[in-house]
C-alpha cells in the first residue's frame, strides 16, 4: 500500500488551464473523496494519477516514487470508471483476469485470483456471463472485482455510483466502503454528490474550478468550512447565508441582518464592527422563536416531512431559508415563524471574498 | 376492444375491418410488398427460367429444363469466368479490408483537417463508377499511361507497360482499380464501427496493462467483427457480382483473361443475344452468393456477447 502526493500539480488543455497547481497528501490507507461540482478538475486530476493524462506541471508520486512520466501500467493502480468500462465480448471471468492475463500469468494463478475476488464480492455465480447479462449493480461489482484482482496499491474511483439508481447507490456506497476496510489499501475517489462524500470519506478535498477550497476531514468540513462555498456545497438540506453586518452596541455583539433581527454573536472576537458580512447558518441549527424579537422572520412556503424531521422552506423577504426541526411541530404553508439560530453554531464570512471570519 | 363490439351490435362490417389488426397489417404492407413482387421477386423468376430454355433475342424457346447447365459445365469459357471471378473477388476483398481497416484506424485518430481527409477518402465512392473506369482505362493505356510515364521518368522501367493486354496484367490491373473504388465504403463503415467502442474501454485496457497492439487485438478486432461481417459481406457481394468496370475498361479480354461471371452473362445473353444461356450464367452466381450470406450469418454475425437479455 502506499500514499499518493500531488504537489503543485497544474494541467492545461490547449490554451485553458483546467488546474491550478494543486497540493494534496493521501494518506496510506485512506479514503480519500475529491468533489466539487462538475467541471472543477477532480476527474482530471483522478486521470493523472492514474496516467490517463499527462501532468502538465507539479509532481505526482506513488508511494513516494514521481510517477509524472511512468506508464499506467507500471503504476500499480487499478481503476473503476463511471461507466464500469467492462469488455463486452469477455466473460465476467475473463473480464475480471484480462490483466493477469495479460502480464502472462498461469491459468491456475488466475483462477485463483479471479475466484477469491469473485467469492468477495458476490459473483461467483456470474462469472460465466457477459456484461451485457448482468445488472446495474453487478456490472458495478465487476469493475470493482476487476480492479481487487490486480491486488493494486491504490484504488481509483471515477463516480462510480451516478448510474445506478438512488437504492442501489446507497448499498454500493456500504459496499465500497466495506471493501475499503478489508483491503486496507489507498481509495481515491471522485464525486460531485457531496453525500456520497461525507459518508464514505475519511478525507474529503472539495475543488472548484481547478483549485482546492478546503480538505479535511467529513465533519471537520461540515463544522469549518473555510469560505462559503465549501459551507453550502457540504451539507443537505444547504446552509442559510444571511446578508447583513457585524455590529456591536455597548459590550454586546451581533450580527445585524439587513432585515434589522440581530442574532447575538458569542464572540466576535473583536471582528471590526460595521463590516458587511454574511452569516452561515445550517437547517438544523435554528430553534423556533415565540417573537420576532432578535430572530428572523419567515413564510413558510412548503413543508417536507421526511418522519425522522420536518424540513420548512420558507421566505423572508427576497432571501430563501430552509431550516430542519426533529420536533413534530406543525407548520401550514403561508404561516409565519420565527427562527433564532444557536449562537453556538453561527459562522461568519466575508461579504467580499467569502472568506471565513474566526 | 371484443366488448366495445358486442355491445355495439349494429357496427358495420367496415368498422369491423378497421379495428382488426392482422387485416390492418396486411394493408398497411401492401405496398412495400408490391413493390418487392413486381421489381425483385418477378425478375429473379424470371431470370431462373429464362435459365432453364433456348430462348434467344427475337426467338421464343423451349424449356429445356438444366440443359443450359450442363453446357456450361463443360464450357471452359465459362470455368474460366468463374475462376476469375473468384480471384477477382477474394484478392480484391481481401486487400480492400485490409488497407480499409487500416485507413479507418488512422482516421479514427486524432488528425490535423480530419473532415478534409475524410472527404477525399470517400471521393472514389462518389464518382460515378463508368467514369472512374474509364479514367483508369486511360490511366492503364497501352501507349500513353501516366502509370508508365511516371516510372520511365523515374528510370525504374524503359519502355511502356502493356496493362490490359498481357492475361496477368490485366487481371491485377482491373483488382486494382476494383480496390481504388472499393476502399471508401468498407473505410468509412469501419470508421463508423470504430467510433462506438467506448474510450474507457481503451483506458481501462491501458490500465490493465495492454500494449497498443494488444489493445487492437484483443478490444479493437473483436468488437469490430459484427461490423466487418456487415461490411465484408456487401463488399464480397458487390465484387462477385461487379459488371461496370471491366466491361468498360476490358469488356473481358485479353483472350477472357478478366471476363467475370457478370460480363460473361452479359455477352452471352444481351450482346450475342444467347438469353437464355446468359440467364444461366447468371443464376449460376446465386449459390455462390447465398453461401457468401450464410457464411457471413452464421460465420461472424451472431456472437453471443451480443445477444441481449439477462438468460445464458
Known sequence: ?358 | MANAQTANGGTSVLTRWMNNRNLMGMLFMLPAGTILLIFLTYPLALGVWLGMTDVKVGRPGVFVGLENFAWLMEDSVFLLSVFNTFLYTIVASIIKFGLGLWLAIILNNNIPIKAFIRAIVLLPFIVPTVLSALAFWWIYDSQDSVLSWILIEMGVIDKTIDFLGDPNNARASVIAANIWRGIPFVAITLLAGLQTIPRTLYEAATIDGANEWQRFTRITFPLLTPIIAVVMTFSVLFTFTDFQLIWVMTRGGPINATHLMATLSYQRGIVGGALGEGAAIAVAMIPFLLAAILFSYFGLQNRKWQRGGRDD
Do not use: W
Open chain 1, 1 to 358: 500500500m502506499a500514499s499518493v502526493d500531488i504537489r503543485n500539480a497544474a494541467k492545461v488543455f490547449g490554451s485553458t488551464e483546467v488546474l491550478h497547481g494543486v497540493n494534496i497528501d493521501i494518506p496510506d490507507q485512506s479514503f480519500t473523496v475529491l468533489v466539487g461540482p462538475s467541471g472543477c478538475g477532480k476527474s482530471t486530476l483522478l486521470r493523472m494519477i492514474a496516467g490517463l493524462e499527462e501532468i502538465t506541471r507539479g509532481e505526482i508520486a506513488i508511494g513516494g516514487q514521481v510517477v509524472n512520466t511512468m506508464p499506467p501500467k507500471q503504476r500499480d493502480i487499478a481503476m473503476v470508471f463511471q461507466n464500469y468500462a467492462l469488455y463486452p465480448h469477455m466473460t465476467v471471468f475473463d473480464n475480471m483476469g484480462f490483466s493477469l492475463k495479460l502480464a502472462k500469468a498461469d491459468s491456475a494463478t488466475i483462477r485463483e485470483k479471479v475466484e477469491t475476488a469473485a467469492g468477495i464480492l458476490n459473483l461467483t455465480e456470474l462469472l460465466h456471463r457477459y456484461p451485457r447479462q448482468l445488472s446495474g449493480g453487478q456490472r458495478q461489482r465487476v469493475a470493482m472485482g476487476r480492479a481487487i484482482v490486480r491486488d493494486p496499491q491504490v484504488f481509483l474511483f471515477d463516480e462510480p455510483l451516478s448510474n445506478l439508481d438512488a437504492k442501489l447507490r446507497v448499498q454500493m456506497r456500504t459496499e465500497i466502503r466495506e471493501l475499503h476496510q478489508r483491503l486496507n489499501s489507498t481509495s481515491v475517489y471522485v464525486t460531485h454528490d457531496q453525500i456520497e462524500a461525507m459518508t464514505m470519506a475519511d478525507q474529503i478535498v472539495v475543488m472548484r474550478d481547478g483549485n482546492v477550497e478546503q480538505s479535511g476531514a467529513p465533519l471537520e468540513l461540515y463544522d469549518n468550512p473555510n469560505n462559503t462555498f465549501v459551507a453550502t456545497f457540504i451539507g443537505s438540506p444547504a446552509m442559510n447565508m444571511l446578508r447583513g453586518k457585524i455590529a456591536g452596541e455597548g459590550g454586546r455583539e451581533f450580527f445585524e441582518t439587513t432585515h434589522g433581527a440581530r442574532l447575538s454573536l458569542l464572540n466576535g472576537n473583536g471582528a471590526p464592527r460595521e463590516r458587511s458580512a454574511l452569516c452561515g447558518v445550517r437547517p438544523e441549527h435554528f430553534l423556533l422563536a415565540d417573537s420576532e424579537q432578535d430572530a428572523i422572520g419567515m413564510e413558510v412556503v412548503v413543508v417536507e416531512p421526511t418522519g425522522a424531521e420536518i424540513l420548512v422552506i420558507g421566505r423572508n423577504g427576497e432571501q430563501e431559508l430552509q431550516a430542519v426541526f426533529r420536533e413534530r411541530h406543525q407548520f401550514i404553508p403561508g404561516q409565519h415563524i420565527a427562527l433564532k439560530p444557536k449562537p453556538e453554531n453561527l459562522l461568519l464570512f466575508d461579504a467580499e471574498s467569502g472568506q471565513r471570519i474566526r
